[in-house]
């Protein structure tokens, strides 16, 4: 079955940086938009960013707009997530989410397929 696989999570500082990376084994993403969730624990999962196929186009919640840096290397069939000047808040699990179309379109529609998640802590 189709899942997503994250990694790159961590223990990072208040206003570091870290990257995420999502792969698809045995599945080529260059055809699907990708988007990124995260879930604080006690907290609603929350959508963080989304690019599509070609990387035209990329969106991003604006909580994390001008930190977080969506990315993909379709060659090397993978999407980033670079976290930069991350705050305690920021501490989550991060999910790697394929749409079902190229195009990100509406948040909440079209997930259909989850990675497990990887987990970012950002504390002193």
């Known amino acids: 079955q189709f899942q997503p696989v994250e990694s790159g999570g961590g223990l990072v500082q208040p206003g570091g940086s870290l990257t995420l990376s999502c792969t698809t084994p045995?599945?080529?993403?260059?055809?699907?938009?990708f988007a990124w969730f995260r879930k604080a624990p006690g907290k609603r999962r929350l959508w963080v960013a989304c690019i599509s196929d070609s990387s035209l186009t990329i969106e991003y919640a604006d909580s994390v707009k001008d930190r977080f840096v969506a990315s993909r290397d379709n060659a090397k069939n993978t999407v980033y997530l670079q976290l930069n000047n991350v705050k305690p808040e920021d501490s989550a699990v991060y999910y790697c989410?394929?749409?079902?179309?190229?195009?990100?379109?509406?948040?909440?529609?079209?997930?259909?397929?989850w990675g497990q998640g990887t987990q970012v802590i950002v504390s002193s």
């Open positions: 045995g599945w080529i993403l260059r055809n699907y938009a």
């Open positions: 989410v394929k749409k079902t179309y190229s195009m990100c379109g509406p948040n909440d529609v079209d997930n259909d397929a």
